[in-house]
């Protein structure tokens, strides 16, 4: 009978695909003594390492999480400790630190970054480092002091866009009230600014006024600059708000020649909202913006108004962003 003949290098791969999957179920399975030095929460530290890392025994201890091992003392066998801490170097900087059996891992984590998506980025460095440690551990032996400052956890542009969609209940100071959808893009900055950039979509509008039809629609354009005053378990932020809206208005009658303009209508004023996140990329937000109208868009028909001036628009605005990583 013929023997069964296997490639060496096919050999070589599936040998190496076998350690990395004993190597990553080692690391999902950890022991984990987590703590969080103020301000940062030892129970939201260990909430985002449960979710990723399935299977991991998750234990929150009050700071000092970590027991002092330079006097000869040893920590509890097949336990790693983990604290979030600030960076001493820079104030808006934090840094993990596992520890086991004397033996030190950091990793420096950029503070530029909202509360939550640190803790996010916390528990994503914690499972690449115990799985980069099984690793060190059986090709080098015991691990020493690993400064691993050269690669944080990535943060660029992509940290910080923001996308959303809102429904929103606009209220003219005069004139009927009117429904719409907003989306727009968004940009952080400087950790707590932010840049917005939109449009809102209405349906039109038809009314009568003495025997004259008139039919309105329009399609503002939104740019708003602000901050965010609280990150958290909720979000709140205040905005300045500019609208630049395109207008036009038709008006019919059986008597008269139908009439219609096309105009520009700005406003500018503040907004308030409120976000909970629903998880580390996506939140619902509730906004409240009061706008006031620059300019006189009053239409006139044989000197008669058939569509009024509002001085002042109050839009309620209710739906979900997400921010992209």
């Not at 923001?162 to 003219?172: G, K």
């Not at 909202?273 to 509730?286: E, V, Y």
């Amino acid at each position: 009978m013929n023997g069964c003949n296997i490639d060496r290098p096919m050999f070589t791969r599936v040998f190496a695909l076998g350690i990395f999957l004993v190597l990553a179920g080692t690391a999902q399975a950890a022991v984990l003594r987590v703590s969080a030095e103020p301000p940062f929460s030892s129970e939201r530290l260990g909430d985002a390492i449960r979710s990723y890392l399935d299977g991991a025994e998750v234990t929150i201890v009050s700071p000092p999480g970590q027991p002092d091992l330079r006097d000869g003392a040893s920590a509890e066998p097949g336990v790693v400790y983990v604290t979030l801490r600030r960076h001493d170097a820079a104030e808006d900087d934090a840094e993990v630190v596992l520890l086991e059996a004397g033996d030190t891992i950091i990793a420096r984590l950029p503070g530029a970054m909202r509360i939550e998506d640190l803790y996010r980025a916390a528990a994503l460095k914690v499972q690449a480092l115990l799985q980069r440690r099984m690793a060190a551990g059986i090709a080098d032996g015991p691990v020493g002091l690993v400064g691993d400052r050269a690669s944080p956890e990535p943060h660029g542009p992509r940290d910080r866009l923001l996308l959303d969609a809102d429904l929103v209940l606009l209220l003219p100071s005069d004139g009927l009230a009117r429904q719409g959808l907003r989306l727009g893009a968004g940009l952080r900055f400087a950790r707590r600014g932010r840049l917005g950039l939109g449009a809102y979509l209405e349906a039109p509008q038809s009314t009568h006024v003495q025997g004259i039809e008139v039919s309105t629609w329009e399609v503002p354009v939104w740019l708003s600059l602000g901050f965010a005053w609280h990150q958290g378990r909720w979000l709140g932020w205040l905005d300045a708000v500019g609208h630049a809206a395109v207008r036009r208005i038709s008006a019919e009658s059986p008597g008269i020649v139908s009439n219609s303009d096309t105009s520009l209508s700005p406003r500018a004023g503040g907004a308030i909202g409120f976000g909970l996140p629903i998880r580390p990329d996506l939140h619902a937000q509730a906004q409240v913006s009061v706008l006031g109208v620059l300019a006189d868009t009053r239409y006139r028909v044989d000197d008669q108004v058939v569509s009024p001036s509002a001085r002042m628009l109050v839009l309620l605005e209710l739906g979900l962003a997400y921010g992209l990583r």
